[in-house]
């Protein structure tokens, strides 16, 4: 700047008008001149698993604005505000432009070529010395469907090895299993129209207010004025909404739901034609649930007294349209599976499947959770098809012309399982595909540790993520908004992503570097990919491959997915369109009997519980203006400064317990790690005795300590609780635990048998 | 434009389609990008109306009133407020998201020294960017905090109602964004708004006595539980007020300057009654105005415009900076006279009505200097003793021109100025020990007590040193040393007395210097609940 302009800037003279004018742009009106796109580019937003229709402006080759599209059926013209500011993630400074090499220990960029080449050089020498297992991949929820196939066709068909998971288990994986226990396939079965028809919609561990804002949009459009009831240990944001909050003890959702189930049978309230029609197994389950969950005990395990039990099983059952819609306060435990099939059992009882407004609906965390667990070749073959079937997998080989003995006959490990194989030793590569296990996966002490034990990490991702920084190779991805490809949202609703821009620098679609690294392997390419050329290609190959299938894509094009702003599946010649809901009267479930099952299913207390060194429940999860591991968020000033760093929920009493006050920092310990610098905010939104920490901040990290307990049919972890204690500078040795007082009848019970006494022994010697 | 070729949903659905069919759609305002607002009819305004039942703090309208006008992440024309009360399980967590209330009786403009706001036909509060000067005053003066100063562009800007897109019938952005269809734009009728409604759907927890600036925003709240003290999540940042030095130290040598003119026209004032006191002269006279001259100036400094700082005078009919501005200006420009007719030899009557005249625009122009101050929306600065500390500060100018003549003409006559610097050193110290009698006994029942408690922990934990000092040093400088100087000029010894005038003089400069810093630091403004880490807005 000269010094006539230093003098001027000094003196005020300009006030910078140009930057800050508005201009009017044909299609959305005022715009901010600085940034007025000369294009408007239809597509869906990348974040979360609502799967909002928007338009992204560009200007210049860059992504300037994200504007939500008011025909879009899933936001109608709204964003969150991760959406409406998600062009800024695009350029960020932490985008990795070129494919990286660790070489003398720094990472360093190398040509494409290089990267390939050294990496399949490793991968075949460490298959050919360890087996074809020993290289595993952890992929996402993050990519297109088209990309999330072709890199399912290469792990599986291409590399061989089924050691291959996404982190979809780390959040969607109980909702899977539930909904194939109960109705014999995956795929949620209402539809967010349902929140606007339904008379009750029962929320369950469910936070969409900080989660999914944009289905608040849904309710409020509802005009019969629903009874909201929000089910959450925490007094969230949404249950705020609610007009009956049930504050239950954590995790003891299956037993609050076992319970209403006991009430509604043992009143009558349930709907007897509708179990005859449409559900099998009622006679065992009603044995079960009147043998053992009274009220009486629910309430005890819950903490919700009997009144309120009866209560909220008055209205759901007396409901002519109940909606239940969960996420991961169900789905991120140790009973997650059977806790979505209870809830699909209460579902079940009271006849509300197939109907407006009548679902047990999973509401998923990420943009394409779905996209992954249709045609992502991780739990299942493409087109919801089982490893076990040999008919599902002859089918699935015809279709795509592979020899049928490529096809495994078995899931490989699952993401947890795929840890503990690094640990032992079993799995030597790991290629991480856009997700960032540094800061989501639970126990990052056991964890980093086996991570070191790897011959070669390699990240592919967008963002220079905490796991890319330890990587061995980097393969830079291009991210939302430079590619394209489809997104399934949580209902079902295909939606299409245009791709608005170039890739940043020297990135590819993961499309494309799947498809260019295939090529390093010897007749893979060809054999799988040879007519792959670009997303359409794959798109057209998901159709056949689902044709017949619940999934079944082969009624779509993109075209008519943008005519019709998303495509709910199935969408075939029956349903050209697509269908709201699944499993009506004129849909059997996929299972042998056409009928939906209803479970016998058991709560089980929670294996880590408070004690005299750890006497608080943590809980986790998210806030609205952060998204998971903060790659993209993080980078957004606007997103950041709203919640730059986590914070420690925590009630009044303990608060002054540790003498603290809301703004102090202080230590959280566990069994396994111990995270310090916590800043503390004193909230009644949480009981004595459970604090809440967000999860996706690497600065505080909290699955240091959180639990690597998995729910053994989902592989899902128990996020949700584990025992903690605090350490306040006034307060370095944290909580006195404080034992429940034993009342009535319980008093004066002596304990008998032998191994119990000695346990008591022990603990007395303890004392 | 490549993208949309005629068969693309883009042009076949235009975002700007029909609001009415997406109203019907969807029963809401929110979503589409335009709004059908009814013609206004006389005595009516648009207005916002927020639904704090519908809201659910997800911030999206904050994120979308920057996208919209462009704006810096920390310059927010829309804030989401959070509270909290009851205890858990029947916690009530209360948002509530603003911008400008479009206020009836908006304090912005009246006091806007540069006429930069303007009162729409529709009602809306809009801000004339190209004549702001950047004085920040509208950000003292609004009660919520809605104007907000852009260090990017050196003036205020704030939420217009986005004013342009209403014109063309299109959605402000916030309306357009939120979610839960919880901000809506209505019409209102002023004066039933005045005399019915404003009491009743125009209050919120937390939020300032409507009577200040009659805000119009109508609010849908949830059932409040009564009794209960709402807590809003940004309670413990406390910082401290900007120190605004450049005004620190124009307040205090403006006041100075004020009081060392009043000795001289004192002096001239004994002489002319035939006291055989020694007369002032064209020396004491520029050493009386010097203070103004330097710090006058200074004020511009804190503007962000300061090459169009002339401009402040402009609004003499409703701003006190204007009168200040003004008042101040005229007495430096007379007063600097005042030596030059001490040179030329004037007469003693001309003499006294020039000086009378400076002296009295000087009076005039502190006393507009304080009340700049005494502000509804600043709590701690709305006070008399403001007005009295301002005054106050004259004493140290007394110290100075007694200095003067102890060294120029000995013992004689100093001791009179010495003994009123002592009387008006004594009157700061008692505004000192009133202060701390005032926030020991704040009353909890006080709607201003949350603002005044947090200037009370401001002055005794954060700057609790400075306050020490600024009493102990007003003691010796303004008391123990004059009183000392009396005495050594009583036994003669002028130049010892001279030397510890010159020491007090300074040492009492200093103090109101540590008073003035404080008085601007611990100021705690009224304002919208804020952000658990973002506070409430940025000053």
């Known amino acids: 700047m000269s010094l006539i302009q230093k003098a001027k800037a000094f003196l005020g003279f300009d006030i910078k008008e140009e930057k800050y004018a508005l201009v009017d742009d044909p299609f959305f009106g005022k715009v901010a001149k600085t940034k007025a796109p000369e294009k408007w580019v239809r597509s869906t937003c990348g974040y979360c698993g609502v799967g909002c229709g928007m338009y992204i402006g560009v200007k210049n080759g860059e992504a300037v604005y994200s504007k939500g599209d008011p025909k879009h059926p899933v936001n109608m013209g709204t964003l969150c505000p991760k959406g409406l500011s998600e062009h800024r993630m695009v350029r960020a400074k932490s985008r990795i432009a070129s494919p990286l090499l660790r070489k003398n220990g720094a990472l360093e960029p190398v040509s494409w070529d290089e990267a390939f080449s050294h990496t399949a050089e490793r991968f075949k020498r460490i298959q050919a010395e360890h087996g074809k297992g020993a290289v595993a991949v ?101 249950a705020q909404m609610a007009d009956i909050y049930v504050p239950i003890k954590p995790r003891t959702d299956l037993a609050l739901i076992n319970g209403l189930c006991h009430i509604i049978m043992e009143q009558g309230w349930e709907d007897e034609t509708f179990i005859r029609n449409r559900t099998e197994g009622y006679t065992e389950f009603k044995k079960h649930i009147m043998a053992h969950y009274p009220p009486q005990e629910v309430a005890h395990i819950t903490g919700i007294d009997v009144k309120t039990l009866y209560e909220l099983a008055r209205i759901y059952a007396g409901a002519d349209a109940a909606m239940s819609a969960w996420t991961m306060g169900v789905n991120q435990s140790a009973l997650g599976t059977d806790t979505v099939s209870a809830i699909c059992n209460l579902a079940l009882i009271t006849g509300n499947l197939g109907k407006e407004g009548g679902a047990p609906m999973s509401l998923t965390g990420q943009c394409n959770a779905m996209g992954t667990r249709e045609f992502g070749f991780t739990s299942s073959i493409p087109g919801y098809r089982n490893y076990a079937d040999e008919n599902d997998r002859r089918e699935f080989a015809e279709i795509i012309g592979v020899d049928v003995e490529r096809i495994p006959t078995e899931r490989g490990y699952a993401y947890p399982q795929i840890i503990d194989a690094i640990d032992r030793g079993e799995i030597k590569a790991l290629w991480v ?129 943008e005519a019709l702003g998303g495509i709910q599946w199935p969408c075939n010649e029956t349903y050209p369109e697509g269908k709201k809901r699944l499993y009506d009267e004129t849909m059997a479930c996929p299972t042998p009997s056409g009928k939906a099952r209803l479970l ?131 307060v370095p040795e944290g909580i006195r635990y404080e034992t429940d007082e034993i009342g009535g009848y319980l008093e004066n019970l002596s304990v008998e048998t032998k191994e119990k006494q000695a346990t008591s022994e022990t603990i007395e010697a303890r004392e | ?179 839960a269809g919880a901000i809506q734009i209505e019409a209102v009728d002023i004066d039933k708004w005045l005399a019915e409604d404003m009491a009743k759907e125009g209050v919120a927890p937390h939020l300032p006595d409507v009577e200040i600036t009659k805000p119009t925003t109508r609010y849908t709240l949830p059932e409040l539980p009564e009794g209960e003290r709402f807590r809003p999540a940004d309670e413990h940042i406390l910082k401290p007020a900007h120190p605004e030095w450049p005004l620190v130290f124009m307040t205090v040598l403006t006041q100075l300057s004020v009081g060392a003119f009043a000795a001289v026209f004192f002096g001239q004032v004994l002489r002319s009654i035939g006291l055989a006191l020694p007369a002032p002269d064209a020396l004491t006279a520029l050493l009386a105005v010097l203070p103004a001259m330097i710090g006058l100036p200074l004020s511009a400094l804190h503007l962000g415009r300061p090459g169009l700082a002339i401009t402040a005078m402009k609004n003499w009919r409703s701003s006190w900076l204007s009168r200040e501005a003004i008042a101040l200006g005229a007495f430096t420009a007379v007063a600097t006279f005042v030596p030059l007719l001490y040179y030329l030899g004037v007469s003693s009557a001309l003499l006294l009505f020039v000086e009378a005249i400076a002296l009295g625009v000087g009076l005039y122009g502190i006393y507009a200097q304080s009340m700049i101050y005494r502000i509804k929306a600043r709590p701690s600065w709305n006070r008399k003793s403001t007005t009295k500390r301002f005054f106050g500060t004259g004493y140290v100018g007394f110290l100075l021109i007694a200095t003067l003549l102890l060294l120029r003409e000995g013992a004689n006559g100093a001791t009179v100025l010495l003994s009123v610097a002592m009387l008006a050193g004594m009157a700061q110290i008692l505004l000192i020990f009133e202060e701390v009698s005032f926030y020991r006994h704040l009353d909890k029942e006080d709607p201003l007590f949350y603002q005044l408690d947090r200037t009370r922990i401001l002055l005794q934990e954060h700057f609790g040193n400075i306050k020490k000092w600024r009493l102990y040093s007003l003691v010796a400088f303004a008391l123990i040393l004059p009183f000392v100087a009396v005495v050594l000029s009583a036994a003669s010894l002028p130049h010892a007395a001279a030397a510890i005038a010159l020491v007090a003089t300074l040492g009492a400069f200093a103090s109101e210097i540590a008073g003035r810093y404080l008085f601007y630091r611990t100021v705690v403004p009224l304002g919208l609940a804020g952000n658990f880490f973002a506070g409430n807005q940025r000053h």
Not at chain 1, 646 to 672: E, F, H, T, Y
Not at chain 2, 101 to 106: K, L
């Open chain 1, 138 to 238: 952890i992929s996402t929820g993050q990519l297109l469907t088209e990309e999330f196939y072709m890199l399912g066709k290469f792990v599986q068909l291409g590399l061989g090895t089924n050691n291959y998971d996404g982190n979809t288990t780390l959040c969607m994986a109980s909702a899977v299993m539930g909904y194939k226990q109960t109705f014999g396939s995956d795929g949620p079965v209402g539809c967010y129209e349902d929140f606007e028809k339904a008379d009750v919609i029962m929320l369950i561990g469910a936070n969409i207010a900080d989660n999914h804002p944009i289905l608040k949009l849904h309710i409020a459009r509802n005009k019969k004025k629903p009874t909201i009831i929000v089910v959450d240990p925490r007094k969230s944001k949404t």
């Open chain 1, 433 to 561: 595909v856009a997700t960032n296990p540094l800061v989501s996966f639970p126990d990052q002490n056991r964890l980093r540790n086996a991570l070191k034990k790897l011959d070669i990490l390699v990240v592919q991702d967008a963002f220079m993520s905490d796991t890319a920084e330890i990587a061995d190779v980097v393969f830079a991805a291009a991210t939302w908004s430079e590619k394209e490809g489809c997104y399934t949202n949580s209902e079902r609703r295909c939606n299409y992503a245009k791709k608005a821009i170039e890739p940043y620098a020297n990135s590819k679609a993961d499309f494309y570097i799947v498809k260019a690294f295939s090529t390093y392997f010897d007749g893979v390419h060809d054999m799988l990919f040879a007519h792959l050329n670009e997303p359409r290609d794959a798109f057209e190959e998901i159709k056949r491959v689902s044709k017949g299938r619940l999934c079944d894509y082969s009624g779509m094009s993109y075209e008519l997915i």
């Open chain 1, 600 to 730: 016998a299913l058991d709560w089980q207390p929670l294996s880590e519980s408070t004690c005299e060194t750890t006497p608080l429940i943590l809980n986790t999860g998210r806030t609205v203006e952060q998204f998971h591991t903060r790659t993209k968020t993080g980078t957004i000033g606007i997103l950041d400064a709203l919640a730059p760093e986590a914070w420690i929920d925590i009630s009044p009493k303990d608060a002054a317990k540790l003498q603290v006050k809301s703004g102090d920092r202080i230590a959280v310990s566990g069994n396994r790690g111990r995270v310090e610098n916590i800043v503390v905010k004193v909230t009644e939104t949480v009981a004595e005795g459970s604090v809440f920490v967000p999860f996706h901040f690497n600065t505080q990290l909290i699955n240091a300590v959180t639990l690597p307990e998995f729910d053994p049919k989902s592989f899902e972890p128990n996020y949700k609780q584990c025992a903690i204690q605090l350490h306040s500078e006034a």
């Open chain 2, 1 to 179: 434009m490549s993208e949309q070729t005629s068969d693309t949903p883009l042009s076949r659905n235009t975002p700007m389609e029909s609001f009415i069919n997406h109203k019907n759609a969807t029963g809401m305002q929110c979503g589409n990008y335009t709004i059908d607002l009814p013609e206004l009819k006389p005595g009516q305004q648009y207005r916002f109306h927020f639904d704090a039942t519908a809201c659910v703090g997800c911030h999206c309208c904050e994120v979308a009133c920057n996208e919209q006008n462009a704006n810096p992440d920390d310059i927010k024309w829309r804030r989401v407020g959070e509270l909290e009360a009851g205890s858990f399980p029947d916690t009530l967590q209360l948002f509530n998201s603003m911008s400008c209330n479009h206020c009836i009786d908006p304090e912005c403009l009246k006091g806007c020294p540069t006429e930069s706001y303007i009162k729409l036909d529709n009602g809306i509060v809009f801000h004339d960017d190209p004549t702001c000067i950047g004085c920040q005053y509208c950000t003292w003066n609004c009660p919520y905090e809605v104007p907000v100063f852009n260090p990017d562009r050196g003036i205020v800007t704030k939420c217009h109602m986005c004013v342009d897109k209403l014109e063309a019938g299109q959605t402000p952005a916030c309306v357009q964004a939120c979610p």
